[in-house]
């Protein structure tokens, strides 16, 4: 069975994953965009979202390439698919990346109201799993084949994950950068006690990658 993992995940030095009041102009919360900068500047990123060439190709965009190795499926909290919150409010919003998102595969999408599977260019499901975290890995899982599922994001989506010791390994993208207040990844966290320990620091040109992995069954 593949693993469950978080890859590329942008933290501020003061550990935000997400700034305050995210909304559609602010999807990233205030301040949010500068989490991701290290990214953006990567030939991946711009080879993965806009399909064109250019960008750096060091030790950032290694971090970019291997975060999508070996994925047979992905699983997203539900603002990571769109900005709304309670009920649908309109169906013909298909995510913030338009009609051919960069996932190509499927993609379960944690939410409290059900939604019809959403079929997009380019490869990409979105199944909306209504029925908890559990479900979500469980249907990731099977349709990853053997291969490892990907969790997305966002803060609270992975927060639930660990808090329930179910992720195997957690790729973070230090950020040069602090918000003050948002989304806080660790907040009431024991990581030591799920589990979890730092196996690698690897100094990039605009981010520090941290590598945890969990080495046994938590406390």
């Given at each position: 069975?593949?693993?469950?993992?978080?890859?590329?995940?942008?933290?501020?030095?003061?550990?935000?994953?997400?700034g305050?009041?995210?909304?559609?102009?602010?999807?990233?919360?205030?301040?949010?965009?500068?989490?991701?900068?290290?990214?953006?500047?990567t030939?991946?990123?711009?080879?993965?979202?806009?399909?064109?060439?250019?960008?750096?190709?060091?030790?950032?965009?290694?971090?970019?390439?291997?975060?999508?190795?070996?994925?047979?499926?992905?699983?997203?909290g539900?603002?990571?698919?769109?900005?709304?919150?309670?009920?649908?409010?309109?169906?013909?919003?298909?995510?913030w990346?338009?009609?051919?998102?960069?996932?190509?595969?499927?993609?379960?999408?944690?939410?409290?109201?059900?939604?019809?599977?959403?079929?997009?260019?380019?490869?990409?499901?979105?199944?909306?799993?209504?029925?908890?975290?559990?479900?979500?890995?469980?249907?990731?899982?099977?349709?990853?084949?053997?291969?490892?599922?990907r969790?997305?994001?966002?803060?609270?989506?992975?927060?639930?994950?660990?808090?329930?010791?179910?992720?195997?390994?957690?790729?973070?993208?230090?950020?040069?950068?602090?918000?003050?207040?948002?989304?806080?990844?660790?907040?009431?966290?024991?990581?030591?006690?799920?589990?979890?320990?730092?196996?690698?620091?690897?100094?990039?040109?605009?981010?520090?990658?941290?590598?945890?992995?969990?080495?046994?069954?938590?406390?």
């Amino acid at each position: 069975m593949g693993k469950l993992r978080v890859a590329c995940f942008s933290l501020s030095i003061d550990g935000f994953g997400a700034g305050p009041e995210q909304s559609l102009d602010q999807p990233l919360g205030i301040g949010g965009m500068a989490l991701h900068q290290w990214a953006f500047a990567t030939a991946a990123f711009q080879r993965l979202h806009g399909g064109g060439i250019g960008g750096e190709t060091g030790v950032d965009n290694g971090f970019i390439e291997r975060g999508f190795d070996n994925v047979g499926a992905w699983i997203l909290g539900r603002n990571m698919f769109g900005p709304a919150r309670g009920p649908w409010p309109d169906l013909e919003w298909k995510g913030w990346w338009g009609e051919e998102p960069p996932y190509r595969t499927q993609v379960f999408v944690l939410t409290h109201h059900p939604r019809p599977t959403l079929v997009m260019k380019g490869g990409t499901t979105f199944h909306f799993v209504s029925d908890g975290v559990l479900s979500a890995l469980e249907r990731a899982r099977e349709a990853a084949g053997g291969r490892d599922v990907r969790l997305g994001g966002g803060v609270d989506a992975v927060r639930q994950y660990l808090r329930a010791g179910l992720i195997d390994e957690l790729h973070l993208a230090i950020a040069p950068t602090m918000l003050g207040s948002g989304e806080a990844l660790f907040a009431g966290l024991d990581l030591p006690a799920l589990g979890y320990q730092c196996e690698e620091l690897v100094p990039g040109e605009r981010a520090c990658h941290l590598l945890l992995r969990r080495r046994c069954a938590p406390a």
